[in-house]
């Protein structure tokens, strides 16, 4: 078993910048992806930003792109989101994944997060 914990969500004003956390319990296997999801009230879960574990290679949706970067500590056993440049349409809960697999290839989603509020005021 694994447990996510996110922290670094807040109130941020537009054009903003906010850094969120995604601590493990444990190492992950080598096997395994983490990715960064959000949704806001209304909209259905997007997955906006992954990275895989064996080979540090990332993935990013458009409306995040140039924008927020992913990056992990493994002695930390810690996944960051950089966010920069928010907007209001950024608002939302975001939450990060343990997935099996690859970012490119997911055979499935095995733990979740609680998922922490960002909003971003204009």
């Known amino acids: 078993q694994v447990q996510l914990v996110e922290s670094g969500g807040g109130l941020v004003q537009a054009g903003g910048s906010l850094r969120l956390s995604c601590t493990l319990s444990?190492?992950?296997?080598?096997?395994?992806?983490i990715g960064w999801f959000r949704q806001a009230p209304g909209k259905e879960r997007e997955r906006i930003s992954c990275?895989?574990?064996?080979?540090?290679?990332?993935t990013y949706a458009d409306s995040v792109k140039g924008r927020f970067t992913i990056s992990k500590d493994n002695a930390k056993h810690t996944v960051y989101l950089q966010m920069n440049s928010l907007n209001p349409e950024d608002t939302a809960v975001y939450s990060c994944?343990?997935?099996?697999?690859?970012?490119?290839?997911?055979?499935?989603?095995?733990?979740w997060g609680q998922g922490t509020q960002v909003t971003v005021s204009s």
């Open positions: 994944a343990a997935m099996w697999g690859t970012c490119n290839a997911v055979y499935s989603t095995d733990y």
């Open positions: 990275i895989t574990i064996s080979d540090n290679s990332t």
């Open positions: 444990r190492p992950t296997f080598s096997n395994y992806a």
